[in-house]
């Protein structure tokens, strides 16, 4: 599997992200809250097809190989 190292030298792959920008956007474009206090915005994204990859990866594709909470899921 691609991807990253852990110490022990286990492979994973990142299936989300996310970014706390502070006040880099706000600031930039003049935006407060209510009472003109300052803002901070971010964003999380998830990879829907990294996680499927992942899912794949662990489990196949027979449900009878998968965790039971994720055949609730599915």
Do not use: H, Q
Request: charged share 25%; with cysteine; aromatic share 8%.
């Amino acid at each position: 599997m691609s991807g990253y190292k852990t110490k022990d030298g286990k492979s994973y792959l990142e299936v989300v992200g996310s970014a706390v920008l502070a006040e880099t956007m706000t600031s930039r474009f003049n935006i407060k809250g209510e009472n003109e206090e300052v803002l901070w915005n971010g964003c999380t994204g998830i990879g829907l097809d990294r996680l499927m990859y992942a899912l794949i990866s662990n489990y196949g594709t027979e449900s009878n190989k998968m965790p039971v909470i994720l055949k609730e899921a599915i």
